[in-house]
């Protein structure tokens, strides 16, 4: 199975009109058998191929949709999305027609084609079966279907769909089989996600990291080509790959949310107590010391002899001016830095 992705267009009449009867030039002569695989539920489809007026609802309910995005009518935006899905003698054999509908409607969930308007119809006329699966790149939520690195993914979907129904892989698919993206594509994938809540595959990093986990509890282990051997169990080898890349993602994920709360902890006590605020703490400690000597010395039971004893220059004397002095010794700071800045 390949993954191809066409150029954007601008008229759904056109690719629409198409899909049921063909290029202008062999309309009539020519017999496409399209059928219609799937489809989303804010499109209305129509009964089959001659069925005109369901064809032209159909087109209707893409063009209201595309309006409603904010660049509709500037003439550069192209709102037609269409990826083709093709198929061997070899693929058709191994997939019945429901095989070739949850195939169909794992891969327009893969490429988030789920989340705008959408129709796959399916054509027989040539040697290669295939699937066009057209949709609006203006999505539901009016914003415009990502285009980056399209192409790629497109190829990277069909690789991850074909291991899952074991397809046949060409070279060069052979070559993109193992990495990242396809990887990602099928961790996602349900039978991956049952695979991975195996007790014994928790964890696990590789397959080196299986075979010496095996070695330790005397598990026999074997591998064979595609197949792993594990005990009673007999796993393939491009599962299990999917199902350490998600254990994987899943380890780096913890990490990486530990640190951000130990960050976010620090953060929190550095806002909590500021470095202004220990120097706050330090004077009112000081302040704290000071009060409590005074309280002490106020405390003190003195005898009224020793009053009657003071000396009347001494309570003269504690007649004392405090802002007088203290007004002085500001003026005399302040004609001080006068001076000094003159010089």
């Not at 390949?2 to 309309?27: A, P």
């Not at 089959?48 to 550069?76: C, M, T």
């Not at 066009?132 to 999505?139: A, D, L, M, P, S």
Request: charged content about 35%; some cysteine; overall charge positive.
């Amino acid at each position: 199975m390949v993954g191809v992705v066409s150029e954007k267009g601008k008229s759904f009449e056109g690719l629409i009109n198409y899909l049921f009867e063909g290029r202008l030039k062999d309309r009539g002569s020519a017999n496409k058998r399209p059928e219609i695989v799937s489809h989303s539920e804010n499109v209305r489809v129509p009964f089959g191929v001659e069925d005109k007026v369901g064809r032209n609802r159909l087109i209707s309910d893409l063009i209201s949709q595309a309006k409603l995005h904010r660049n509709y009518g500037d003439h550069s935006t192209k709102y037609i999305g269409e990826h083709i899905l093709s198929f061997t003698e070899e693929d058709i054999k191994k997939l019945g027609k429901d095989q070739i509908k949850k195939l169909c409607e794992q891969y327009v969930k893969d490429a988030d084609i789920d989340r705008t308007q959408y129709v796959a119809v399916s054509h027989a006329d040539t040697n290669n079966y295939h699937i066009h699966i057209v949709f609006n790149r203006c999505q539901n939520d009016n914003t415009l279907y990502p285009d980056w690195k399209e192409k790629t993914k497109t190829a990277e979907r069909a690789i991850a769909l074909a291991i899952k129904y074991d397809l046949g892989l060409t070279d060069r698919q052979e070559q993109m089989a193992d990495s990242k993206g396809v990887l990602e594509i099928r961790s996602k994938h349900q039978d991956i996600i049952d695979l991975a809540k195996e007790p014994i595959l928790k964890k696990i990093r590789n397959i080196k990291h299986f075979e010496k986990i095996c070695e330790a509890q005397n598990i026999p282990f074997s591998l064979k080509r595609d197949k792993l051997n594990v005990g009673n169990k007999t796993f393939k080898k491009r599962d299990l790959e999917a199902v350490f890349f998600k254990n994987r993602q899943m380890s780096k994920e913890a990490r990486d949310n530990k640190k951000a709360n130990e960050y976010s902890s620090q953060k929190r006590k550095i806002k909590q107590k500021p470095a202004y605020t220990f120097k706050k703490e330090k004077i009112e400690q000081k302040s704290e010391g000071l009060q409590k000597q005074d309280n002490s010395i106020i405390d003190l039971n003195l005898n009224n002899e020793l009053l009657q004893n003071i000396p009347q220059h001494v309570e003269e004397n504690q007649e004392f001016n405090n802002r007088k002095a203290y007004g002085k010794s500001d003026k005399e700071e302040k004609m001080y830095y006068k001076r000094r800045k003159k010089r």
